[in-house]
């Protein structure tokens, strides 16, 4: 049999002409044996073709726990059944507990009841563009739409500094919507659409990972770094781009100043600008807070106490952790323990200022007790 053989396709609309395929694909289950994530979405009708059960069962159950949700049934078809008629569904979730083998089969999926592919997305956010759409949609540019992109990237941060995953997955659709809405722009003027950008990125992540998607061998992390930035300069070479232009112009200027500060230091450290050892990096911060003692005009502190910010940003790289949402959650922490100070003296009927600094100081101790408990 075929890949794809025209008989046995039909034979299965036939099983399936009672259900509404008004989108079906159709691919063949050896097309699905080395690859990582399904090629197909899940609101859409789905037939994968012969599927070698002891061969095929674990490795495409995996890949359709990828993207159903685990109550999702398909339906198991073989040649010899009834034309017309469907066998009972089985949950995917199952699919990998099922022991027997049952030989060459094939599966229908039918679609989840939400839309899940991209495309149905940006069906949304051209319609709100289109001459019947939303009046504040139609009206957006690119530059217009610069502080809700920025909004949207911090409360994203904001879910990952919560650990709450519900709000991720809300917070990750806003900052979605920024991204198709810009592809969207950019189509009606017919710059550049969203299949460039995804035809972009994958380019470039292909390209810049040798070591997955080629023959290049590399043993660790350190490597792969090292060879990131080998490639980076050949692209800038590629693109025209000066060749005496500085490693760190590309870093985003825009960026909050202690993440700009950390990708700098990143950047020169892959090329060999950094210590050996965290001791130069921990006697550097020390070196920092001493010129300040010392500064001896209001002019130079600032300078100075820039120099310490920029060096316990070091520190914090060299720990592995990243300085921006460190302070935010540091911020975070501020934030309820000083909501616990408020709500201790608004139960005592007083003011903040009717406490001195020791008692405020206790019932931050207590916030911090209540906090580690948690």
Not at 150 to 169: G, H, I, K, Q, R
Not at 180 to 185: E, F, K, P
Not at 292 to 315: H, P, Q, W
Request: glycine content about 4%; proline content about 4%.
């Amino acid at each position: 049999m075929s890949a794809l053989d025209l008989e046995t396709i039909l034979n299965l609309l036939k099983k399936l002409e009672k259900e509404e395929l008004s989108q079906l694909v159709i691919v063949d289950a050896a097309s699905l044996r080395k690859i990582h994530y399904p090629t197909f979405t899940a609101d859409k009708n789905v037939v994968i073709l012969n599927i070698d059960w002891i061969t095929d069962k674990n490795k495409i159950g995996k890949l359709l726990n990828a993207i159903y949700p685990s109550e999702h049934s398909l339906y198991i078809l073989n040649n010899n059944a009834p034309e017309r008629q469907l066998p009972e569904p089985v949950r995917i979730s199952g699919l990998l507990n099922r022991e027997e083998d049952l030989g060459n089969v094939h599966f229908y999926i039918p679609p989840v009841a939400a839309p899940t592919s991209l495309e149905a997305f940006q069906e949304i956010v051209a319609r709100l563009r289109a001459p019947q759409g939303c009046p504040w949609d139609q009206e957006q540019t690119h530059q217009s739409l610069r502080p809700n992109l920025m909004e949207e990237t911090f409360e994203v941060l904001s879910a990952l500094d919560e650990n709450d995953d519900n709000a991720l997955v809300e917070e990750l659709g806003d900052l979605l919507l920024q991204i198709v809405l810009h592809a969207q722009i950019a189509s009606e003027s017919k710059v550049f659409n969203m299949g460039d950008v995804i035809s972009g990125i994958h380019k470039k992540i292909v390209n810049r990972h040798p070591h997955v998607f080629g023959k290049l061998k590399i043993k660790d992390t350190k490597g792969v770094i090292k060879n990131w930035e080998i490639l980076k300069a050949a692209e800038r070479e590629e693109k025209g781009e000066l060749k005496g232009q500085s490693i760190l112009d590309t870093v985003p200027k825009t960026l909050p100043a202690l993440a700009l500060a950390q990708a700098y230091q990143k950047r020169v450290a892959r090329v060999g600008f950094d210590w050996q050892t965290i001791e130069p990096v921990l006697d550097k911060v020390m070196e920092e807070i001493g010129e300040i003692k010392n500064a001896s005009e209001k002019s130079t502190l600032g300078n100075e106490l820039g120099d310490l910010l920029f060096a316990v940003v070091n520190l914090a790289r060299w720990y592995g952790v990243d300085a921006e949402s460190a302070l935010r959650k540091a911020n975070v922490r501020f934030f309820s323990r000083f909501q616990y100070i408020e709500k201790r003296v608004s139960e005592k009927g007083k003011s903040l200022m009717d406490f001195s600094l020791k008692e405020l100081d206790k019932f931050w101790e207590e916030a911090k007790t209540i906090e580690e408990k948690h």
